[in-house]
Nanobody, 122 residues
Framework: HVQLVESGGGLVQPGGSLRLSCVAS??????MLWFRQAPGKEREGVAAIDIAGVTSYADSVKGRFIISRDNAKNTLYLQLNSLKTEDMAMYYCAAELFVDYRKRLRVNEYTYWGQGTQVTVS
């Protein structure tokens, strides 16, 4: 089993930026995902990336968030820019060996989830 540990959450003002990190216990699977969940809302896949660097973004964050990975460090990143109050949520890292590119923002496609890190925008 792959263990995932997120960090980097915190309090930022609207329009501000934040960078989240996710460290895997071993070499990360090919497909990785950031998803979020706000109180009273469903889980939302935010951004995904595969081992080749092919990315997918939710429409709500396109042009504002950037997903990246450093395979040598077993680490996944999410750069959150131009933050809005509606971005406030718990952000989670997830991993899976293979996910079809058309399904990469679907949270339930991923076997391994982290514990999350809180992003507060106010």
């Amino acid at each position: 089993h792959v263990q995932l540990v997120e960090s980097g959450g915190g309090l930022v003002q609207p329009g501000g930026s934040l960078r989240l990190s996710c460290v895997a216990s071993s070499s990360p699977p090919y497909c990785m995902l950031w998803f979020r969940q706000a109180p009273g809302k469903e889980r939302e896949g935010v951004a995904a990336i595969d081992i080749a660097g092919v990315t997918s973004y939710a429409d709500s964050v396109k042009g504002r968030f950037i997903i990246s990975r450093d395979n040598a460090k077993n680490t996944l990143y999410l750069q959150l820019n131009s933050l809005k109050t509606e971005d406030m949520a718990m952000y989670y890292c997830a991993a899976e060996l293979f996910v079809d590119y058309r399904k990469r923002l679907r949270v339930n496609e991923y076997t391994y989830w982290g514990q999350g890190t809180q992003v507060t925008v106010s």
